[in-house]
Nanobody, 123 residues
């Protein structure tokens, strides 16, 4: 069974940091593009970041550029999202996703999703 499992979410004060992890199992994801999306209550799912097969190229949504960093460890089948300088508007459920279209910003380009991890940033 192919699975993505996120972890590392929680409650943090504004200005703080969190590091999310996404562990993949069921098959190797080294040839997949990996991405993070988020969805705040009452809002549509939003693109956060994506990285290609090697992790050498990364792309970010405008709202997180310069604060968040995506990386991957293919040997461990894991992708990370380092989130710094967090703001209350970063509060959302964060989802990890895998797909075969690299650098895609649309959720429709990803066919495997995790269950999400809650991130709450207090002011």
């Amino acid at each position: 069974q192919v699975q993505l499992v996120e972890s590392g979410g929680g409650l943090v004060q504004a200005g703080g940091s969190l590091r999310l992890s996404c562990a993949a199992s069921g098959r190797t994801f080294s040839r997949d593009a990996m991405a993070w999306f988020r969805q705040a209550a009452g809002k549509e799912r939003e693109f956060v970041a994506t990285t290609g097969w090697s992790g050498g190229s990364t792309f970010y949504g405008d709202s997180v550029k310069g604060r968040f960093s995506i990386s991957r460890d293919n040997a461990k089948n894991t992708v990370f999202l380092q989130m710094n300088s967090l703001k209350p508007e970063d509060t959302a459920i964060y989802y990890c996703a895998a797909g075969r279209v690299i650098y895609a910003r649309s959720s429709e380009s990803y066919d495997t999703w995790g269950q999400g991890t809650q991130v709450t940033v207090s002011s």
